[in-house]
């Protein structure tokens, strides 16, 4: 028998687990764009590439599929991209990156944490 309930617990650890997959993609991704695109050392470059080998490994923390864990990502790095141009480089979001946002932030709580009936995730398997 499966259990359908909404466990508070475990959509919090999820979340932890999404926003640090996000400040690794993001952090990255970020590094290597100031070597490549700003000039910078190719240090921050190998310093990129390092945190997003991390970024690979935090999503086999996570207790659902694959398909379903860079669904949600999606949608949380699209929040968290917003906020990192806020706050790195000045760009205040606008009113469509709210709604967009918004929008995706939807898509994340239904992909991710709606029950789905008679399915029995790998973490929960004997």
């Given at each position: 028998m499966v259990n359908n309930k909404i466990s508070w617990n475990?959509?919090?650890v999820s979340l932890i687990f999404s926003l640090?997959?996000?400040?690794?993609?993001?952090?990255?991704?970020?590094?290597?764009?100031?070597w490549l695109r700003?000039?910078?050392?190719w240090m921050l470059g190998v310093l990129g590439g390092f945190v997003l080998f991390a970024y690979g490994i935090v999503p086999t923390f996570q207790p659902s599929h694959?398909?379903?864990?860079y669904a949600a990502y999606g949608g949380i790095f699209i929040v968290m991209a917003i906020l990192w141009g806020w706050g790195f480089q000045g760009i205040k979001p606008d009113t469509f990156d709210i709604i967009g946002a918004s929008n995706s932030v939807v898509g994340v709580m239904i992909i991710y944490y709606m029950p789905r009936k008679n399915e029995v995730l790998w973490s929960e398997r004997d």
């Open positions: 475990k959509i919090a640090v997959a996000g400040l690794c993609e993001i952090s990255g991704g970020y590094l290597v764009w100031l700003d000039g910078m050392s694959l398909h379903r864990i």
